[in-house]
């Protein structure tokens, strides 16, 4: 039987941190309180998935030109509503909205902050009962008054001030990092509260995973499909051939390899030289988690927490993990880069 003096709750935990950001007074705090109900209210939603109509598509796009599924507009809602009334974010940039959605009443347009979001990541894989996520970055606001602007979330990786994923799966777990460590707190689903039972989650110094969708090797750059061949090779020194382990979830993969250790890869191919993963709401959030536990995050050539956003919806490609891998994937990049 678990004892509540061994419990500390996603709440108690950042207001004992809050020394690591007193810029915050305590806006941070509520702020991620609010990302934690809006995630506990899809994470219900998700749980019923097969018992109610949330199934299916709604019959529309997205501006990434994608269908979009009832649970995308669901948790895309229910995170704007929940961000708008905490009022401590002036604006987000979502990956289902086209353009920047400015909050100008005469409280959150107060709001110190500017979010961006991906409210479900993985939603192709709903109907499988594969893990789904929501990944989030978290950044100071640049513009002083009125509602946020684009030019407040076209801001480099190295500005974030948090950034985090919520992973929705056997167990409900929301990881975070304010650039102090990163945390991970699994949802209790008796009392509707996140507790910590990841503190200080670090990248194994052994690893001998790779996730790529090989289904697209005959379209990668020869310095990935080198770095393949690399990963299949027989070294028992070095723990090679490792294990290919690949979910088509970003959450889903990035968390099963920072848990037992393993690089990610979505590199850019002949038809998407820029890669398919946003920037700001997908890349920049996981390799600020990445670095944080001591790994690292490229786009095969540079840090990607370096790259200066031009748009919103901007892509690129993504090598993240234990640093060592990282790097030999960059090594064969450099040599091998052409397609």
Avoid: W
Wanted: glycine share 8%; net charge neutral.
């Amino acid at each position: 039987m678990r004892s509540r003096k061994n419990i500390k709750t996603l709440t108690e935990f950042i207001i004992e941190r809050q020394s690591e950001y007193p810029h915050a007074k305590g806006a941070l705090t509520r702020l991620l309180n609010d990302i934690a109900t809006a995630a506990k209210i899809v994470n219900r939603e998700i749980n019923s998935a097969g018992l109610v109509d949330i199934f299916g598509y709604v019959g529309k796009e997205n501006v990434q030109g994608e269908a979009q599924k009832k649970l995308d507009v669901y948790a895309n809602e229910q995170f704007i509503a929940a961000l708008q009334a905490g009022a401590e974010c002036c604006a987000i940039a979502s990956e289902e909205n086209e353009k920047v959605i400015s909050f100008k009443n005469e409280f959150s347009e107060l709001g110190k902050y500017v979010i961006a979001i991906d409210p479900l990541d993985g939603s192709s894989n709903i109907e499988a009962n594969v893990s789904i996520g929501t990944i989030f970055s978290i950044y100071r606001r640049k513009s002083e008054i009125g509602g946020g602007t684009l030019d407040d979330l076209l801001q480099p990786g190295v500005n974030l001030v948090a950034a985090g994923y919520v992973i929705y799966g056997s167990s409900t777990m929301l990881v975070f990092t304010t650039g102090k460590g990163v945390n991970g707190f699994t949802l209790d689903p008796t009392v509707g509260i996140f507790c910590l039972s990841h503190p200080d989650m670090k990248y194994p110094e052994v690893s001998n995973i790779y996730s790529i969708n090989e289904g697209n090797y005959i379209y990668f750059p020869e310095g990935v499909k080198k770095y393949i061949k690399f990963c299949q090779e027989d070294d028992p020194e070095t723990l090679r051939p490792y294990t290919s382990r690949y979910i088509g979830s970003l959450v889903a993969d990035f968390h099963r390899n920072l848990i037992k250790g393993g690089i990610f890869i979505y590199p850019g191919t002949k038809q998407h030289p820029t890669g398919k993963l946003r920037l700001l709401y997908e890349c920049n959030p996981v390799a600020f988690i990445a670095e944080q536990a001591g790994g690292k995050a490229t786009d095969g050539f540079n840090r990607i927490m370096s790259i200066q956003p031009e748009s919103l919806h901007q892509r690129a490609p993504l090598f993240v993990g234990p640093k060592k891998m990282v790097e030999k994937a960059e090594e064969l990049m450099r040599d091998f880069s052409a397609f």
